[in-house]
């Protein structure tokens, strides 16, 4: 009888956890901010129908974080420019046509200071 008051202790509160998780918080904006529509720019410019917004730094210590990197294209696109894809990059937000079409999109939000990105985009 112990083991089954533990489990379903347990099973409560991992209910009571999710429930508590499907509920998204909503960012309010600073006033005067401006809002944050690279992700809308990015879908139009390709007419985007297949969107990947991915959280680099939460990927950080992962055995498939570098290919993740490679896979997601900026890895690539990066190399040569002195910013790290894996460091540097806070998020990534890839959209293209279809999965199959070439055409891609990539926005990159970044921690990397403004004179190494400046020279990063000065040699792509």
Known sequence: MRTLTI?????VSGLTAACSAARPSVAVPAPGARPDVADVSA???VGAQVTLLLHVDRLQGF???KQLVQL???GV?????????LLDVRRAFIASYASHDGEVA????HTAPEDRVVRALSKL
């Open 63 to 65: 055995r498939f974080s």
């Open 7 to 11: 489990a379903m202790m347990i099973a």
């Open 43 to 45: 879908q139009e410019a």
């Open 106 to 109: 990539l926005v990159m939000q």
């Open 77 to 85: 696109t990066l190399a040569g420019t002195g910013i790290d894809p």
């Open 72 to 74: 997601g294209g900026w």
